[in-house]
């Protein structure tokens, strides 16, 4: 009997010399690169996957180019959202009028004071906490790709039609601007949707942060353009200007980005399977199911990133729908210097946030510190230096010094998206935009609140009264750096085990590893079997979705891990040998 137990191994070396590759060798040898692939083939999925491209942009991994695309969308999300800032300054502001005598007086188009200007500024986020929750849930049930694409275009569309609805009054913009915060609102909760497809464990903080960097950068163009706009075209052309941009972007957003891998036209073999084996799904179905609830609420680590996001977001949205007055009150800057001045901030936080991802999962490649430690080393210093400078922004009376304060401040800012942004797909990645829903709801309270403190303490247009504005967010920042600190975790949660399992792996790390052949505890054969399709019983049961199956949701995890346990090879070893009798 044990003859014949020798002689898979023997057919196996002998096979590439007597017959010709299944299709399932030369796809393996397609996806491991020992030689390319010749033309198409059909995958496991059924879909017809491209060969490896050698031209430049089909070397471009597919899963940056999602990345990009939702960089572009998060800037037209800022962009939509930022442009009453810059187009309210011009609104109220007073106009030469010459009457027909001669005589000249100013007046204002729109004679609202600070308490209504507030309110306005504030309206957007009262629809936008409502649908953050609901898009959790929806883009679980229907796919990120048209919950961010549709919530993005809608707003759009709708701010192609706010000057017509600032000619009803304020209420009547009010009533717009809720509007756009219902469909803006599911666009965070979304994302998340994708990147729990997309994003390799390793790869997490490079991706999402790259996507959220559009907001600052969006920021960035948003402020100077719409001054220049209000200042030598009129401000009803920024709403035409920003609201066209975002629907040219829907269009190419619907037809290049997928809702995952496996169902994306043109994806290599290589980068499918590298995301695959990473995002390992048990039994080929993502077991999703509603989201715990009460353990949720009790849970240290999401009380740690509702905190923080909160915190994140009272500097932040105080910055973002202030700072251009406080610049025209205190420092008198005519409105297309003062677009500038205002974007600055958002061009240090836009470069801070891209550099601290790809900072933060250098760390964790190269395992110098932990995944927790990396959440909660980028978003305490982030808010510790937030805190410092806001307070020193309080005590200048220099333009020069106030305005390289909030640079820094909000600049350094972006390290934090390193730590609290990216932390639900660390702890539970199945309900990730579940989780980034609840979070990003309670943070936009400050999106409401934040102006209308604002409106409420600066009534005289004193620099003494900004000075309380900024003390706030200090205090704030204070707050949420000790609570992160204590509380985060970069683990997966207990209540959130069970269903996706991740392997820790680089890009790199996999492509050597497999053409090396790699395998532990003397499986090289067995395994190679399983892999290429000779294993005959386990094609049966192996699913077509799941390439990876998951054994034993225990068992320890190292760089690469094995699919075949050391009991289940030998036991395959057995059934091939009694074949062979």
Same mark, same amino acid.
């Given at each position: ?507 790199? @790390?996999?492509? =050597?590893? #497999? +053409? /090396?052949?790699?395998?532990? $505890?003397?499986?090289?054969? %067995? *395994? &190679?079997?399983?892999?290429?399709? @000779?294993?005959? =019983?386990? #094609? +049966? /049961?192996?699913?077509?979705? $799941?390439?990876?199956?998951? %054994? *034993? &949701? ?23 040998? &009694?074949?062979?009798?």
């Amino acid at each position: 009997m044990a003859e014949p137990a020798d002689k898979p191994e023997s057919n196996m070396t002998e096979s590439p010399d007597t017959t010709e590759e299944s299709p399932e060798e030369m796809e393996m040898t397609e996806i491991f690169q020992e030689k390319p692939a010749s033309s198409h083939a059909i995958h496991h999925d059924g879909n017809e996957r491209p060969p490896i491209s050698h031209s430049l942009f089909g070397k471009i991994p597919k899963r940056y180019i999602v990345a990009f695309m939702a960089f572009l969308g998060f800037c037209n999300v800022y962009m939509l959202r930022v442009n009453l800032s810059v187009a309210i300054v011009a609104m109220v502001s007073n106009m030469t009028v010459e009457r027909g005598d001669g005589t000249v007086v100013y007046v204002k188009e729109f004679n609202w004071d600070s308490k209504v200007q507030g309110m306005v500024l504030g309206s957007f986020f009262y629809g936008y906490i409502i649908t953050q929750i609901p898009g959790g849930w929806l883009a679980k049930k229907f796919g990120g790709k048209v919950l961010f694409g549709g919530g993005i275009a809608v707003t759009a569309l709708l701010t192609l039609f706010t000057p017509l609805a600032i000619k009803g009054g304020a209420y009547t913009l009010m009533g717009i601007r809720i509007v756009e915060g219902l469909f803006e609102g599911v666009t965070y909760p979304s994302i998340h949707a994708i990147w729990k497809n997309w994003a390799p464990p390793l790869e997490r903080s490079q991706l999402a942060t790259a996507a959220f960097s559009g907001s600052y950068v969006g920021t960035f163009l948003c402020l100077p353009i719409s001054g220049v706009l209000a200042e030598h075209v009129g401000w009803p052309s920024i709403f035409y200007v920003f609201g066209a941009l975002g629907l040219v972007w829907f269009v190419g957003w619907w037809f290049v980005v997928t809702d995952s891998p496996s169902t994306h036209s043109t994806i290599s073999y290589q980068e499918l399977e590298y995301i695959r084996q990473t995002i390992t799904v048990e039994g080929g179905v993502t077991k999703e199911g509603s989201l715990p609830w009460k353990k949720v609420l009790t849970s240290g680590p999401v009380w740690a990133i509702l905190v923080a996001h909160f915190c994140e977001n009272w500097g932040f949205y105080t910055m973002l729908t202030s700072l251009p007055l406080f610049l025209k009150q205190i420092f008198h800057y005519d409105l297309a210097e003062d677009g500038f001045l205002s974007a600055l901030p958002y061009l240090v936080m836009a470069v801070v946030v891209m550099g601290s991802g790809q900072l933060a999962d250098f760390l964790r490649q190269r395992q110098v510190l932990s995944t927790t430690a990396v959440r909660k080393l980028f978003n305490c210093t982030a808010f510790v230096i937030q805190a410092i400078f806001m307070t020193a922004v309080g005590f200048t009376r220099d333009a020069v010094a106030a305005i390289s304060c909030l640079t820094v401040a909000n600049g350094v800012g972006g390290m934090a998206w390193s730590g609290f942004s990216v932390n639900h797909l660390d702890i539970a990645p199945q309900y990730a935009s579940l989780l980034m829903g609840v979070s990003n709801c309670i943070a936009t309270i400050p999106g409401i609140v934040s102006p209308s403190v604002v409106g409420q303490l600066v009534q005289h247009k004193l620099a003494t009264e900004w000075e309380m504005v900024f003390f706030i967010a200090a205090g704030i920042y204070l707050f949420g750096a000790i609570i992160y600190a204590v509380f985060a975790s970069g683990e997966l949660q207990s209540w959130a085990e069970g269903s996706v399992q991740y392997v820790l792996c680089s890009d790199e @790390d996999y492509s =050597e590893t #497999d +053409k /090396e052949g790699i395998k532990p $505890d003397g499986e090289e054969e %067995e *395994n &190679e079997m399983r892999e290429t399709g @000779d294993g005959k =019983e386990d #094609d +049966k /049961e192996t699913s077509d979705s $799941d390439f990876v199956n998951v %054994e *034993n &949701e225990n068992e320890p995890q190292g760089e690469i891990e094995n699919e075949t346990s050391p009991k289940a090879a030998q036991e395959e070893t057995n059934e091939s040998s &009694e074949e062979e009798i």
